[in-house]
T-cell receptor, first 114, second 116 residues
């Protein structure tokens, strides 16, 4: 098991473009989380899945953000019409579906919108 | 909804001295509490967790944390700090409330600086 994998590691895009990130969780994990982290701050919750079902999406999240986990394995996070304020590290984590288990994080995708 | 607070943006400790990084939480049900560490340009690494039982839990790299239900706190501790402990530390909470609002929420982080 290679842990949580995120792709790409870095993405530079022009304002107004769409971007898509991928996360491959640990294989037996059915919970998958997306967070956003800006420099020196804590991970901000975006959304999470149990298998293919999206359980919650942050109310702070713009409609430009969408996430999917179509087969309950990998997940994608898409940002449409990117803005400079979207520049951040996007983190994916996965865990077993049990409240007493910790989440394991990927290395993140750093997005820079120019 | 669950929340977690880390009141200190930065903690400075001399090498060899004990360290404490503070965390308080709020949940509807019973809390599941976690500490993570983040080194520069690295992902978050799990340190330790409290689920139930003994209020003092031990984790990686000599860290431990004390759960205090009455004070709703889960402070991270280490008896003797190392320069290599310098990093960003995050407290996190997960609620076991039965309405399935059990996402993991993180604090804003505390930067720990160990002075040689």
């Amino acid at each position: 098991d290679t842990g949580v994998s995120q792709d790409p590691r870095h993405k530079i895009t022009k304002r107004g473009q769409n971007v898509t990130f991928r996360c491959d969780p640990i294989s037996e994990h059915n919970r998958l989380y997306w967070y956003r982290q800006t420099l020196g701050q804590g991970p901000e919750f975006l959304t999470y899945f149990q298998n293919e079902a999206q359980l919650e999406k942050s109310r702070l999240l713009s409609d430009r953000f969408s996430a999917e986990r179509p087969k309950g394995s990998f997940s994608t996070l898409e940002i449409q019409r990117t803005e400079q304020g979207d520049s951040a590290m996007y983190l994916c984590a996965s865990s077993l579906d049990s409240p007493n288990t910790e989440a394991f994080f990927g290395q993140g995708t750093r997005l820079t919108v120019v | 909804a669950q929340s977690v607070a880390q009141p200190e943006d930065q903690v400075n400790v001399a090498e060899g001295n004990p360290l404490t990084v503070k965390c308080t939480y709020s949940v509807s049900g019973n809390p599941y509490l976690f500490w993570y560490v983040q080194y520069p340009n690295r992902g978050l690494q799990f340190l330790l967790k409290y689920i139930t039982g003994d209020n003092l839990v031990k984790g990686s790299y000599g860290f431990e944390a004390e759960f205090n239900k009455s004070q709703t706190s889960f402070h991270l501790k280490k008896p003797s700090a190392l320069v290599s402990d310098s990093a960003l530390y995050f407290c996190a909470v997960r609620d076991d409330f039965k309405n399935r609002d059990d996402k993991i929420i993180f604090g804003k982080g505390t930067r720990l600086h160990i002075l040689p």
